[in-house]
């Protein structure tokens, strides 16, 4: 069964990775990079101060961070606790790979990105409960997730874990930040 399910994740990600071009090649790495990201995040900082008091912004800002921090070192934990090799470590595949950014590190399971903008999606959705940020969130983290598949850094199970790591982290980051959100305002009361 086990082996089923990684001939069709191995399968399912050569098809994504087979699907490519120089122009697409452009966009997908710019996705999957950080910086790109920045004007989202000022947003995103901007409509929390806009939505919060600045003693609970600063504890959000706060929350972002832990969230973040959690996400990544898990993931990574988890990378070395699973040691599932890369598409791009991967010696059965590696000859027919797409790899426009050469390759990373040795394991990939879970992927650190789709952790992390999961985790980030989740909690914004959860702190600001707007529709549309709701779907401007959705599309960051399956674009950066869909991205490290391109560029053949990960499996599609490795995202995929990924994104359930980040939504459960970012639930429970969102639980820890409505408790604290609590306090400060009684005590302000």
Known sequence: MLETLTQIDQALSLTINHF??????????????????????????FLLLKKYDTR??????????????????????????FERLRPCHNESIIDILHMPVGCGGKFGFVSSHAANTAGLATLMILLLRKNWIGIVMIAYAVLNSYSR??????????????????ILIGAAVYQLSLYLIKRINSMSS
């Open 20 to 45: 490519h071009a120089p122009w697409l090649d452009a966009i997908m790495i710019a996705i999957s990079h950080k910086l790109t990201w920045i004007p989202l995040y000022a947003l995103l900082c």
């Open 56 to 81: 609970v912004f600063g504890v959000l800002l706060i929350m972002v961070v832990i969230n973040i921090v959690l996400t990544d070192q898990i993931s990574v934990a988890m990378k070395f606790g």
């Open 149 to 166: 598949v391109y560029l053949a850094k990960h499996y599609v199970g490795d995202v995929i874990g990924g994104m359930i790591l980040g």
